[in-house]
């Protein structure tokens, strides 16, 4: 299994980017993103199961961001808007064969995740 995440940046607060996550040789249905700010644990974002696709959110980022998948493309996104300084931290994507649900938000347990991207919230 291997993911690969893409799309960090520097943004000013309050803006958006888009993150990208391309998948290969998983057949898992659920998949993630988690982050790590400097000094931080990890800490689960959102999560989606692209069998019903029933999406979950950690409460930190309810109403801001989306989680997404194009099957087609095996590409996972994360849709980020309102950014702020808080927001700052490498963002990781996952996968699993277990679904979304059985971790609660703890979704940084999931058992295959690649390189993350940076994204940096400052004016």
């Known amino acids: 299994v291997q993911l690969q995440a893409s799309g960090g940046g520097l943004v000013q607060p309050g803006g958006s980017l888009r993150l990208s996550c391309t998948v290969s040789?998983?057949?898992?249905?659920?998949y993630a993103w988690f982050r790590q700010a400097p000094g931080r644990e990890r800490e689960g974002v959102s999560c989606?199961?692209?069998?019903?696709?029933?999406?979950y959110y950690a409460d930190f980022v309810k109403g801001r961001f989306i989680i997404s998948r194009d099957n087609a493309k095996n590409t996972v996104y994360l849709q980020m808007n309102s950014l702020n300084p808080e927001d700052t931290a490498v963002y990781y994507c996952?996968?699993?064969?277990?679904?979304?649900?059985?971790?609660?938000?703890?979704?940084?347990?999931?058992?295959?995740w690649g390189r993350g991207t940076q994204v940096t919230v400052s004016s």
């Open positions: 996952a996968t699993d064969p277990f679904p979304c649900y059985r971790y609660g938000s703890d979704w940084h347990r999931f058992d295959y």
């Open positions: 989606i199961s692209t069998t019903d696709e029933k999406t």
């Open positions: 040789g998983s057949s898992f249905e659920n």
